[in-house]
């Protein structure tokens, strides 16, 4: 009796031993198999496919290298909008009223006057002015006015910065315009030729540095200087003299920041062709970071890197309708190698914070005097390019 019961003891004690192996508790053998078949690699779907998601963890598309495509000087985007201090506003649009087989021409509209411009990398030209422009009476003629002026060919305003022009005078061309008028009391209207006597164009390369509501800028100066001979056929013999005169502040990433317009040709005080003002606000693009140096005045050589030499600045990049940080995650900066290779700005793309910042180096690539830079942004699904613009302030 006794070797039985030893025996059946032995037997009751593995049969616990075995149920436990098991792994009781309701399904631990399924948990088992699933963490080793994980651990050893073999397990193939999901697992899989999130490892590969965790290798390219932080791994990004390589952005082409940077082809502008308009002038740095007046970037054209659709649907931008610039407010000035004395009430108006610049909107821009792509034209079709001229159509052009070569490049985009785009109508920038000041309310009362819309001027359109096309924009390439090596020049900026002026293809035509709207607006309504007075004419003195001439019997029977009465209440002349003309609008619709086109030029041909357009007026150059701006060339590479290398091709200074100082008050280069270009002689010939021709405009067609609309005119309407009132003659013996009737109304009228017709399609007129124009003889440009001359245009005359000034534009300094040096920076000015220019005080706005929305900060300093520097930027470049354009005079122009239309000169129009117009003759009414078979209304009167006279021909008039008409003189359009603009004067433009051009900033990189911005386009015209200020400007001082006569197309009155000194018939009236119309403030609808004859204003001055100055950049108030930027609408759904970028709002432009501004640095500028105190403490010390730089040398003629590069300044150092010194303690009483300090830039005060706001260097995150955000929208300024609304204040809105740019975000990385949507946008490339697509010129960012160019601008970092020059030695003193440096765009970090800040991957926690999902913005980018700036910051300015002191070094021997500093510039000594103020300048200022183009940034431009690009959205990554559509495509949409954003100027915007660094402005570097030296001795206020």
């Not at 001229?98 to 020049?123: K, M, R």
């Not at 309407?180 to 040096?206: E, N």
Request: hydrophobic content about 35%.
């Amino acid at each position: 009796m006794p070797v039985e019961f030893l025996v059946r003891a032995i037997l009751i004690a593995s049969l616990a031993l075995f149920t436990s192996a098991c792994g009781g508790g309701g399904g631990g053998s399924d948990a088992a198999v699933e963490q080793i078949d994980t651990g050893s690699g073999t397990n193939t779907g999901e697992n899989e496919d999130n490892s590969e998601d965790e290798a390219n963890a932080g791994e990004e598309e390589a952005i082409p290298p940077f082809i502008a495509t308009q002038h740095e000087l007046l970037p054209l985007i659709e649907n931008t909008t610039i407010a000035y201090d004395d009430g108006k506003s610049l909107e821009v649009t792509k034209s079709t009223a001229l159509p052009d087989e070569t490049t985009d021409i785009y109508a920038v509209n000041y309310g009362d006057i819309t001027q359109f411009f096309s924009s390439t990398p090596e020049q900026i030209l002026l293809h035509g002015v709207d607006g309504v422009f007075s004419i003195p009476d001439n019997a029977p003629a009465t209440n002349i006015s003309f609008n619709t002026i086109r030029f041909s060919p357009p007026i150059l305003i701006w060339k590479k910065e290398q091709d200074i022009i100082e008050n280069q005078i270009e002689a010939g061309g021709t405009a067609t315009a609309t005119l309407t008028a009132r003659v013996l009391g009737l109304p009228i209207t017709r399609d007129i030729s124009a003889t440009i006597l001359d245009s005359s164009t000034s534009q300094w390369t040096a920076n000015q540095t220019l005080t706005s509501a929305i900060g300093q800028f520097q930027s470049k100066k354009i005079v122009i200087a239309i000169n129009l001979a117009i003759t009414i056929p078979e209304l009167s013999s006279e021909v008039f003299s008409f003189l359009l005169r603009d004067t433009l502040n051009l900033v990189p990433g911005i386009g015209i920041i200020s400007r001082d317009v006569d197309y009155t040709n000194g018939q009236s005080d119309d403030s609808a062709l004859k204003f001055t003002h100055t950049i108030s606000a930027i609408n759904e693009l970028p709002h432009p970071i501004t640095f500028v140096k105190s403490g010390a005045s730089p040398a003629p050589s590069p300044p150092e890197d010194t303690t009483n030499e300090t830039y005060d600045q706001d260097r995150i990049f955000n929208f300024s309708n609304n204040g809105t940080n740019i975000s990385s995650e949507l946008y490339d900066i697509t010129n960012m190698i160019d601008i970092n290779t020059a030695g003193w700005i440096n765009i970090t793309k800040d991957n926690i914070n999902k913005n980018y910042t700036v910051d300015i180096l002191v070094n021997e690539n500093t510039p000594v005097s103020s300048t200022s830079a183009l940034v431009m942004f690009e959205h990554k699904i559509s495509g949409q390019e954003l100027p915007a613009n660094i402005n570097l302030i030296a001795n206020p």
